[in-house]
C-alpha cells in the first residue's frame, strides 16, 4: 500500500495539532477549576485590603472556564474521529466526497471560530486577574 494522498495526510497532521492543542485547553483549565475549588479566575475581580493585605477576590461567572473546557472536550472528539475517518480512506485508497469534503469545512470553520472566541477569553480573562494581581506591587 503506497501512500500517495498527500491532502490526506496533511488533513490526518491537522488533525493530530487540533488534537494536541485540545488537550492544552482541557487539562490546564480543567487543574485550574479543581486548585481554586470549582471558582473561575477569568475575568474574576477584587481589590486588595489595607488592614491585612489579603485580597478580596469577587468571582466571575463559572461559564467562561466551562466554555473553554466545552470546546476542548468538543475539538477532542472531533479530531480523534477525523483522524480515523482520515485514516479509513488511506487504507482503503479512496476519497471523501464532495458533501463530506463541504461538511468537513464548514465543521472546521465553525470548530475554529468557537476556538478563536475561547482564546480570546482566555488571553483577556487572564489579563483583567492579572491587572488586579499587580495592583498591589506594580513594580
Same mark, same amino acid.
Not at 495539532?17 to 474574576?44: N, R, V
Not at 485514516?87 to 465543521?107: C, E, N, P, Q
Given at each position: 500500500?503506497? =501512500?500517495?494522498? @498527500? ?17 492544552? +485547553? =482541557? +487539562? ?6 479543581? %486548585? ?20 478580596? *477576590? ?6 467562561? /472556564?466551562?466554555?473553554? +473546557? ?12 477525523? @483522524? ?18 463541504? *461538511?468537513?469545512? @464548514?465543521?472546521? =470553520?465553525?470548530? /475554529?471560530?468557537?476556538?478563536? +472566541? ?11 486577574? /492579572?491587572?488586579?494581581?499587580? %495592583?498591589?506591587?506594580?513594580?
Amino acid at each position: 500500500m503506497a =501512500i500517495t494522498n @498527500i491532502l490526506l495526510l496533511s488533513q490526518i497532521a491537522g488533525n493530530v495539532i487540533a488534537w494536541m492543542y485540545s488537550l492544552c +485547553i =482541557i +487539562i490546564p483549565m480543567t487543574l485550574h477549576q479543581d %486548585e481554586f475549588k470549582g471558582h473561575c479566575l477569568l475575568f474574576s475581580t477584587g481589590a486588595w485590603q489595607e488592614a491585612d493585605g489579603q485580597f478580596l *477576590v469577587t468571582w466571575a461567572s463559572q461559564a467562561y /472556564c466551562n466554555y473553554t +473546557i466545552f470546546v476542548g472536550v468538543v475539538l477532542f472528539v472531533i479530531s480523534v474521529i477525523q @483522524i480515523y475517518r482520515m485514516y479509513m480512506y488511506i487504507h482503503k485508497g479512496t476519497d471523501s466526497s464532495f458533501l463530506s469534503a463541504f *461538511v468537513d469545512v @464548514i465543521g472546521c =470553520i465553525f470548530l /475554529c471560530t468557537l476556538t478563536i +472566541i475561547a482564546a480570546l477569553m482566555i488571553t483577556l480573562g487572564f489579563m483583567t486577574w /492579572c491587572q488586579n494581581m499587580t %495592583e498591589r506591587f506594580p513594580s
